[in-house]
């Protein structure tokens, strides 16, 4: 199986706190994608990273979040600014560039709790 | 944009007997790969079956499910559920090529009884 790495597994911030999680993708893999799941509802997408450039990306994150990815085993999601709506698992996943699936695969995710 | 419905909410099936979980989709596209995760229990989502070929039965752990363009669905189906089937079933759906991000849809909590 692969292995996508998010640390840490749970982060509680007060409102207005800025908020920070990792993920390291899996070896090898040039494309990492992040989502955010509420209440184990719909995942919904967030931001992509190829090759550890921003290519796609919601206005959210454009207005409250940052997002990078330093180098290829090494990307962070941050909230700038805390709000109880940003309570919510948030997902990593990284795929291969190339081949014929482009599966996904999915970290545990980070459990954001704003107080 | 792209859109997916799926069956949402609580699903309660007892054990042994079948499920199916319906999936319907929109997009612009055409060349378009279709997929199913679960997500147990404080897990990640897992890849469960992926499709991108009209009219062809996708298998794998004794899920199944069959895309029909000329319906726009992928409904996912099992013959006989067992308890461990317990999870989260997403229905998504993303442009072929990487960098394409899954638009999922609601979700589905699958509950086997014994």
């Known amino acids: 199986d692969a292995a996508v790495t998010q640390k840490p597994r749970y982060l509680i911030k007060m409102k207005g706190q800025e908020a920070e999680m990792k993920c390291i993708p899996e070896k090898g893999h040039t494309a990492v994608f992040w989502y955010q799941q509420k209440q184990s509802k719909e995942l919904k997408f967030l931001i992509y990273?190829?090759?550890?450039?921003?290519?796609?990306q919601i206005d959210m994150v454009k207005e409250r979040f940052s997002a990078v990815c330093p180098s290829s085993s090494l990307c962070s999601l941050g909230i700038r600014t805390c709000e109880a709506e940003d309570s919510a698992l948030y997902l990593c996943?990284?795929?291969?560039?190339?081949?014929?699936?482009?599966?996904?695969?999915f970290g545990p995710g980070t459990r954001l709790t704003v107080l | 944009g792209d859109s997916v419905t799926q069956t949402e909410g609580l699903v309660t099936v007892t054990e042994g007997l079948p499920v199916m979980l319906n999936c319907t989709y929109q997009t612009a596209y055409s060349d378009v790969a279709f997929f199913w995760y679960v997500q147990y229990l404080n897990e990640a989502p897992k890849l469960l079956l992926r499709s991108s070929t009209d009219n062809k039965r996708t298998e794998h752990q004794g899920f199944h499910a069959t895309l029909h363009k000329s319906s726009s669905s992928f409904h996912l189906q099992k013959s006989s559920v067992q308890l461990s089937d317990s999870a989260l079933y997403y229905c998504?759906?993303?442009?072929?090529?990487?960098?394409?991000?899954?638009?999922f849809g609601k979700g589905a909590k699958l509950t086997v009884s014994p």
């Open positions: 990273f190829q090759n550890q450039q921003p290519l796609d």
């Open positions: 998504a759906l993303s442009q072929q090529g990487t960098g394409s991000k899954l638009s």
């Open positions: 996943s990284s795929s291969q560039f190339g081949g014929d699936s482009y599966e996904q695969y």
